[in-house]
């Protein structure tokens, strides 16, 4: 029986409790959102508490249980969704108070599939202002604070509030997305996990987009295995979203014994598994530090039976080479805020309305040639990798800094943006599927994160292998001192 306190237990031992009646999900989501009230003020994760929704979906989750009606894993489990996630009747702000009007007429498809499994709304997490931007600060409404550190470091981006919520133990999971790194930068920052999907295995109605061609939403939590099991929950079609239709739900065979056998992938038998590290690109000029738990990495791997080389994939440079491959997001941006940046550039985030700009200088030429550019570079990677069925990398190429660093001018934004992004654009842009996972601590106390990379639409070679490291590894126990939050 673990000996964590109630909000840090993971999303099995909560099933357990709530099934043995040593726990109801009733008093769960008044721990945390008492936790939520002490703690929020300095970590500033929260843009809505979704009070009464809360309880009222904690209490029909109790009833059913106690009524022999059981919805699964899980059922009764508290979660976030980043600001981005329409909830009905609570505004869809995209990190800027110009949205504050844009209140949601319905649950989004994603938000409906968690009340469809029982699940609890806590609230909205704050994001970087049209969820543009990897370091996670937001001077319009607020930079979450990094839970690892008592001097405000950043968070990452853009899904910043969810993944400080879910660290620090005001939340079990939470809800992100993932156009350019905005799952795993932040999970890697805040010494979480994240999964980066497919495009088509989530939905994506009623999320506030940024990129149609490269968005994704994706699950944080604590461990991979929360991820695992929120995942599963999150798959299937979505009737508004054309990617989803014809791909079933992503049903992880099961290894182990759990509620209703959705186990997630276990840590045993990695034997036989082909994986590398791979040295195109994602090594370049990465913090030694980070570089060293990376490589450490590899011989956890190889303890589980893994078999760990290296391969070199010249498409990985490719994705580089295109002139204009960085306008790309901020041209499909432009599409859905173009009216804010012709009628309200001062009022927007400079660090943001920056970067945005620039896409009105991309062609619809420029455009249809790097989609195909992408299209063919995809195709190729996968064959060249061949047998190969995970990447081994790192997930950023720096730790969290202080926001006064970071963000201590353009030059030095955008350095940060550049070092928090490179290694998990190029997943979006080559269509791979991703983990990451806490893999070691820097000098300062900062986590590090460990990115798996696999084949489009194989998320359970990634979760396999995300779940063994962190069974073996240990660093999933770690929490941060929040003493100076006032926990």
């Known amino acids: 029986m673990t000996t964590d306190p109630l909000h840090f237990l993971n999303i099995p031992e909560l099933g357990r409790r709530f099934r043995d009646g040593s726990l109801s999900p009733v008093n769960l989501t008044e721990h945390l959102i008492g936790r939520i009230d002490r703690l929020d003020a300095k970590l ?71 009340a469809q499994a029982g699940m609890v709304l806590l609230g909205k997490t704050h994001t970087v202002q049209f969820a543009f931007g990897g370091v996670g600060i937001n001077n319009d409404l607020g930079t979450p604070h990094n839970p690892w550190n008592a001097v405000h470091h950043v968070p990452g981006g853009s899904s910043s509030g969810t993944a400080v919520s879910v660290a620090a133990g005001l939340a079990t999971v939470g809800l992100g997305s993932d156009t350019g790194g905005s799952v795993r930068i932040p999970a890697a920052l805040c010494g979480i996990a994240g999964l980066k999907t497919t495009i088509g295995r989530i939905g994506r109605s009623g999320v506030y987009p940024l990129s149609w061609t490269l968005d994704s939403v994706g699950p944080l939590g604590r461990g991979i ?20 239709h014809g791909i079933s739900p992503h049903r992880i065979a099961p290894h182990g014994t759990a509620p209703h056998g959705t186990a997630p992938p276990s840590g045993d038998g990695l034997r036989g598994m082909r994986m590398a590290f791979c040295e195109t690109v994602f090594f370049d000029d990465v913090d030694p530090e980070v570089a060293g738990a990376v490589r450490a990495a590899g011989g956890v791997f190889e303890s589980l039976g893994a078999q760990v080389g290296a391969i070199e994939l010249p498409e990985v440079a490719e994705c580089f080479t295109f002139g204009k491959r960085d306008l790309f997001i901020a041209a499909e941006a432009l599409a859905v805020n173009g009216h804010w940046m012709d009628n309200h550039f001062e009022q927007l985030d400079p660090v943001i309305s920056t ?3 620039p896409g009105r200088e991309m062609t619809a030429t420029d455009y249809f040639l790097l989609l195909r550019k992408w299209a063919e570079l995809r195709r190729k990677v996968v064959e060249r990798m061949g047998d190969v069925e995970v990447l081994i990398v790192p ?3 720096i730790t969290a800094k202080p926001v006064e660093v970071a963000g201590a001018n353009q030059d030095a934004y955008r350095e940060h943006n550049t070092k928090y992004l490179r290694n998990t654009i190029l997943g979006n842009r080559l269509d791979l599927c991703g983990a990451t996972v806490p893999c070691g601590f820097d000098g300062a106390g900062m986590p590090i994160g460990l990115m798996l990379y696999a084949k489009p639409f194989h ?29």
């Not at 699964?72 to 505004?91: N, Q």
């Not at 396999?464 to 006032?486: I, K, M, N, T, Y």
């Open 459 to 487: 998320e359970e070679l990634a979760l396999r292998a995300a779940v063994a490291f962190e069974q073996a590894a240990g660093f999933l126990g770690r929490r941060p001192d929040l003493s100076w939050a006032g926990d």
């Open 44 to 114: 500033g994760a929260f843009r809505t508490v979704t009070r009464e929704r809360a309880l009222g979906e904690a209490r029909a989750a109790e009833a059913a249980l106690k009524a022999g009606q059981d919805l699964g894993p899980l059922h009764g489990i508290p979660y976030v969704a980043k600001d981005l996630f329409d909830v009905k009747g609570e505004a869809t702000m995209a990190g800027t108070r110009l949205l504050e009007d844009n209140v949601a007429e319905a649950d989004c498809h994603v938000v409906r599939k968690c």
């Open 355 to 357: 970067r945005l700009l």
């Open 395 to 397: 997930t950023t190429m």
């Open 225 to 244: 295995e929360d991820c695992a099991l929120f995942y599963q929950a999150l798959t299937g079609e979505d009737p508004e979203d054309e990617t989803t």
